[in-house]
């Protein structure tokens, strides 16, 4: 577990493709627990540690994600993750094609799933469907592959993926949302690679940042973008 920002508000932690974020049916331990023991165990706090959730990520997805350490907190996060001008959300996502342009827009609607725990985009309204916006930039290339940085400007199930896959552009690894191959480690090659909000406590900006994994193509990325 690498925890990448810490204070007595806030703790951010890097997460690992494969973790789960929150308790599910596979019966896993997930990240919220393993952030409490370590809470617990560095502060020595008796009883229960309180740490609340205000977003997740998806399992096989890489990168940040944002805790609160008191209710007061959550609350304000929980508010702040409503209002898309309130919290910048970057990604990255390594791709098998360049879109249409190499830099832009997607707008869509997106309906859930649940039974196949899958979204579908859609260029119209359709009845559940969500509104979902995004914006994309190409910021690098290698001999096969393309990174995008991805801003998202609405919190849809499975948004990006569903999103870029309706344009024919599909996640490496990610074979729900139609790239061929599984990675080696179940994950694929999307990462929540920044965020940058107004401290909800200290009324200060924060800019979070994680590194991807360290991989062989995300190293490669890594090294033409000259991080």
Sequence with gaps: MEIIYEDNHIIAVNKACGEIVMIDQTGDAPLTDMVKQ?????????GNVFLGL?????????????????????????????KKDEIKKIYWAVVD???????????????RSKQINKSYAYD???????????????????DRYYLLEIELLTGRHHQIRAQLSR???HIKGDLKYGYPRSNPDGG??????????????????VVITAPPPNEPLWNVFMKIVGE
């Excluded at 370590?38 to 008796?46: G, M």
């Excluded at 909000?197 to 900006?205: A, D, G, M, T, Y």
């Design 38 to 46: 370590y809470i617990k165990e560095k502060y020595q706090k008796p």
């Design 54 to 82: 205000p977003h997740r990520i998806d399992r096989p997805t890489s990168g940040i994600v944002l805790m609160g350490r008191t209710s007061k907190v959550l609350t304000r996060l929980n508010k702040m993750f409503q």
């Design 97 to 111: 094609g360049q879109p249409d342009p190499p830099e832009g827009k997607l707008e869509h609607f997106v309906v």
């Design 124 to 142: 119209r309204e359709l009845e559940g469907g969500k509104h979902a916006v995004l914006t994309y930039r190409t910021i690098a290339k290698s």
């Design 167 to 169: 344009i024919g552009i």
């Design 188 to 205: 694929i090659h999307l990462h929540a690679r920044r965020v940058e909000f107004l401290h909800p406590v200290k009324r200060e900006p």
